[in-house]
């Protein structure tokens, strides 16, 4: 079983739409998570961390957290053309807090 | 966050050289992280590099191909050893933020060909 599994996509949703990302995870004790946004050809950017369970809301960007299924998603309001990447969910767990990142889902904003 | 300066960006080489990568960040940190991304593939931990002691790798990596140097709390650097094509892939390090709470910030990567 892989540690962090995301959906590989394409996922595409027409502009202005609501685009919904999910990610499960099998570590139980795992502390953090985080959802980052990779271009093609550029390294990942850092868009939402979130570490309890509920909803996390920035912008346009709402990351949800629900520990006991352990299942994180991300939803992006108002899609834009620009929002086109590969999206990457990450989660923060052991020792020495090594960061383990899914397969990333790969959104496709339609104009 | 981190301000991470990688080079170089891209380089192609020959079969059985070697490639050092280097990182450096604009501010002191304890530990650099580098990963390896594979064409259409997720990021993987290679190593955690810690100044003053020796790298944690991961499993499947091994220092005598993935030599790692950390002289002090703002650098490090990668090297590829003894390349195949098999590790042709795009090289990034990483680096946590100082309060722990907003995550990772990579470097600009690294794209290495081998042929």
């Known amino acids: 079983q892989k540690e962090v599994e995301q959906n590989s996509g394409p996922l595409s949703v027409p502009e202005g739409a609501i685009a919904s990302l999910n990610c499960t995870y099998s570590d139980r004790v795992s502390q953090s998570f985080f959802w980052y946004r990779q271009y093609s050809g550029k390294s990942p950017e850092l868009i939402m961390s979130?570490?309890?369970?509920g909803d996390k809301e920035d912008g346009r960007f709402t990351a949800q957290l629900n520990k006991a299924s352990q299942y994180v998603s991300l939803l992006i309001r108002d899609s834009q053309p620009s929002d086109s990447a590969t999206y990457l969910c990450?989660?923060?767990?052991?020792?020495?807090?090594?960061?383990?990142f899914g397969t990333g889902t790969k959104l496709q904003v339609i104009p | 966050s981190a301000v991470i300066s990688q080079k170089p960006s891209r380089d192609i080489c020959q079969r059985g050289t070697s490639l050092t990568i280097q990182c450096q960040v604009d501010s002191q940190v304890t530990m650099m992280f580098w990963y390896r991304q594979q064409p259409g593939q997720s990021l993987t931990l290679i190593a955690t590099a810690n100044q003053g002691s020796e790298a944690t790798y991961e499993s499947g990596f091994v220092i005598d191909k993935f030599p790692i140097s950390r002289p002090n709390l703002t650098f490090s650097t990668l090297t590829v050893s003894n390349m195949s094509p098999e590790d042709s892939s795009i090289y990034l390090c990483s680096v946590e933020s100082r309060d722990r709470i907003y995550g990772y910030t990579f470097g600009s990567g690294t794209r290495l060909t081998v042929v």
């Open positions: 979130i570490y309890s369970n």
């Open positions: 990450a989660v923060r767990s052991g020792g020495y807090q090594k960061v383990t």
